[in-house]
């Protein structure tokens, strides 16, 4: 094959694209804060960029494989790509695959590797094709630049890997071991966020109640004390966290919502199935009723809030009895939002070889079934918080001249025709509810934003 050609210039500018998780999207903003360090700044839309990150997802079948399509995009006619660096969790897993497969590709960058993204691209545009998989001891975090986003809400990774080896997930493999940052990295990087006009900030982690930390008097703390500690920094006006397991939920988190107004009434919390036997063959280590009783402390700590969770269909030998029991469990919950998924087989993790994989067509119809429950609930919470008044942060513009789109507390998207800018928090009445949106009437604006 003819050898693949890219652009020996150093790059001007640069674009990432992220796919997956949150964490993503926080490494994925990182690694531009790296590359503008470099002097590369992003690309204008619709432009084509001389440097293209792309930040992958390897937990389902199908995110893994677009990494392929979208190098294949890249191409331009002539034959030729603009300077391609595949990052993110396909990168890890399957890094010398790709630099294989896609000749165009000339960095394979894992999630715990790239803040040496800068030298590998020096390397680059002299032609030379590098993989950085490696997991190092020391955190990524010490070496890169201080935040400088600016927006009203953002993401603070606090807690990065999963020792938890759910046997369908390919996370462990991806992000490696269960890592805590330190409390002071993490209230400096919150400074800098608020200075820099985060109103809100949301706390990552693939299991984020796993954090553990110090505070500077040297008392051990959870992700309850953390918060507690976030919340009473100027000018931080919410806290959300995200994603949380259940086996790591301590009892002072659960009473933070019931007494930290910043904390936003809000949980996620997968779950997966609401069959015990299923469970127990997912290795989530709870049982369906635990999960319950969970949720009910929850809710008497903070009678509004608002649970959201994850779910797989068609996990291996799932039977039609097992699957009703997740319809129950879901029937009991009500969710306010949700995400469900057909059970995918990864690589190298244990369910992939199971026996008694499930037919495409029997998860497409338990998926289905799930789905119309999870709907009539979302739309059902929605159209119960009719008639409230609430504060709603203001994210973006909506699709229409002169309307606007944000947040209520309960995480729900609120959209408005009223004059406001990003960053703004209103009073909003809600008035009109769909099935993923609100309609609000401003009341009060009560502070913008800078
Ligand atoms: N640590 C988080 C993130 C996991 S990935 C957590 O435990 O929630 C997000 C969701 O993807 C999971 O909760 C699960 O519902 C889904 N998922 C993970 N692996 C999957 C697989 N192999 N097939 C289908 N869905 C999967
Ligand atoms: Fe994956 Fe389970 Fe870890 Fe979540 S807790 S990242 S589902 S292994
Ligand atoms: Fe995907 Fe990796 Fe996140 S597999 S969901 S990008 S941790």
Known sequence: MKPHTTSPKTPRTYRVKSFGCQMNVYDGERMGELLAEKGIVPAPEGEEA?????????????????VYSDIGRLRREDGTSPLIAVAGCVAQAEGEEIMARAPAVSMVVGPQAYHRLP?????AVKGERATDTDMPA????????????RSPTAFLTVQEGCDKFCTYCVVPYT????????YSDLIDEAHRLIEAGAREITLLGQNVNAWSGEDDKGRRLGLAGLIRALAKLDGMERIRYTTSHPNDMEDDLIAAHGEVAELMPYLHLPVQSGNNR???AMNRAHTAEGYLRLLERFREARPDIALSGDFIVGFPGETEAEFEDTLRLVDEV?????????YSPRPGTPAATMDNQIAKEVMDDRLQRLQARLNRDQLAFNQASVGKTCKVLVERKGKHEGQWLGKSPWLQSVWFDAPAAIGDMIEAELVEAGPNSIRGLVRERVASFG
């Open 138 to 149: 020391i955190a990524k975090f010490d070496q890169l630049p201080k935040r400088k986003r």
């Open 175 to 182: 992000r490696g071991a269960e890592i805590s940052r330190p």
């Open 50 to 66: 001389d440097l293209v990150v792309l930040n992958t997802c390897h937990i389902r079948e199908k995110a893994a494989e677009k």
């Open 119 to 123: 030298e590998m691209l020096d390397k």
């Open 334 to 342: 009500r969710y306010a939002a949700a995400f469900s998924f057909k």
């Open 278 to 280: 299923v469970l127990k």
